[in-house]
């Protein structure tokens, strides 16, 4: 007799190292039981959430009828977080009840009751399971384009604050995309607003004449933090950086 574990596939997911939750006391009879229902009255899918250029693939189980005792077994078979209710659409119909699994969940349940179900379902599985392990969500994502086509080259990647990545191309025209929305949404008569000049350099310190060095680009810098800056470096090295061009007179 196979144990549990060996029944219950778990999703191949680098992010999922912990025994899976839905790992728990199942048996043959129950996965045969659940096929066959959800061959009949399930449904499945995956949605694409995008953000920053990347395409986040959750995959979900969804199981529909009127029969609540029926819908309640499944809901304890499958762990699922609840059973919603949802009155009859038309006055002649019935209450329907609803359990839906999603995430990497939904990927193990299409994953152990794919040898059970028919051509129909079987590709549509396919497709989610495709899908998913397609997507760039997954840290060690074996993709080497993104959803829109692109290659991800060294230049072409870029990494989110939580180590993600994503494609620069898909993040610039997005980018671009916000940008002519916003442009789009201001009123005929809109003027910029100037910035006031800054009176303040970035610590503090006040722009009078004496305490202003012009660079040689042209640019605006405070004395206290130039002679700050150079105090600091001939702390560290001992002298104070030398000037690079020095004209041969
Ligand atoms: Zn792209
Ligand atoms: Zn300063």
Request: glycine letters at 6%; hydrophobic letters at 30%; charged letters at 25%.
């Amino acid at each position: 007799m196979a144990t549990n574990q060996d029944i219950f596939l778990r999703p191949l997911s680098a992010r999922h190292t912990k025994p899976h939750p839905l790992l728990h006391p199942i048996t043959t009879h129950e996965i045969a039981w659940l096929a066959g229902l959800l061959e009949g009255e399930g449904s499945f899918g995956h949605k694409t959430a995008r953000k920053n250029g990347t395409s986040y693939i959750t995959a979900r189980v969804t199981l529909e009828m009127c029969d609540v005792d029926i819908v309640t077994r499944a809901r304890k078979i499958l762990d699922a977080p609840a059973v919603y209710a949802r009155p009859a659409r038309k006055a002649h119909g019935n209450d329907t009840y609803r359990i839906d699994i999603s995430g990497s969940k939904a990927i193990a349940v299409m994953m152990t009751i794919l040898p059970f179900m028919g051509e129909r379902r079987r590709t549509r599985i396919l497709a989610c399971i495709d899908a998913w392990k397609g997507s760039s969500h997954r840290p060690h994502s074996s993709a080497t384009h993104c959803l829109h086509g692109h290659a991800y080259t060294t230049e072409n990647t870029g990494r989110d604050k939580q180590g993600w990545r994503y494609c620069r191309t898909c993040a610039r025209l997005h980018a671009r995309q916000a940008q002519h929305r916003k442009r789009a949404q201001r009123p005929a008569d809109w003027q910029p607003v100037p910035r006031p000049p800054k009176t303040h350099c970035i610590h503090g310190h006040l722009y009078t004449t004496e305490n202003t060095y012009t660079r040689p680009d042209g640019e605006r810098q405070c004395r206290t933090c130039r002679h700050a800056q150079r105090d600091s470096i001939e702390q560290r090295y001992g002298t104070a950086p030398r000037r690079k061009y020095v004209r041969e007179r």
